[in-house]
């Protein structure tokens, strides 16, 4: 697995990703889904990169399932995008 996106997050879309974090606004899905619609890279680079499989991405992105917790892992950690605990 690669470290990072090979054409990776523009300052904007990495900057939102954060406050949206901070904010506690999103979920994970949302955030993943942001980070892969705004990387440029299509599905066969991600599957590349991460060992996703195409086909998951594709029905991911359409909403019509979710990923394992292993394969949302793989895609975080490329993106970028890390989850904290939240104490409250």
């Known amino acids: 697995m690669t470290n990072s996106p090979k054409k990776g997050l523009t300052f904007s879309s ?3 990703i954060y406050l949206s974090m901070a904010k506690r606004t999103e979920t994970m899905t949302e955030l993943l ?3 892969i619609a ?3 890279l299509t599905f066969t680079d991600i ?3 991460t060992g996703v499989q195409r086909a998951s991405l ?3 992105m359409r ?5 394992r917790l292993d394969k949302a892992d ?4 490329y ?10």
């Open 79 to 88: 993106f970028g995008i890390e989850s904290r605990l939240r104490r409250e």
């Open 63 to 67: 909403g019509e399932t979710s990923l």
């Open 33 to 35: 889904k942001r980070a």
């Open 14 to 16: 990495a900057r939102d």
């Open 38 to 40: 705004s990387s440029g």
């Open 58 to 60: 594709l029905r991911f």
């Open 47 to 49: 599957q590349r990169a």
């Open 74 to 77: 793989d895609l975080a950690k």
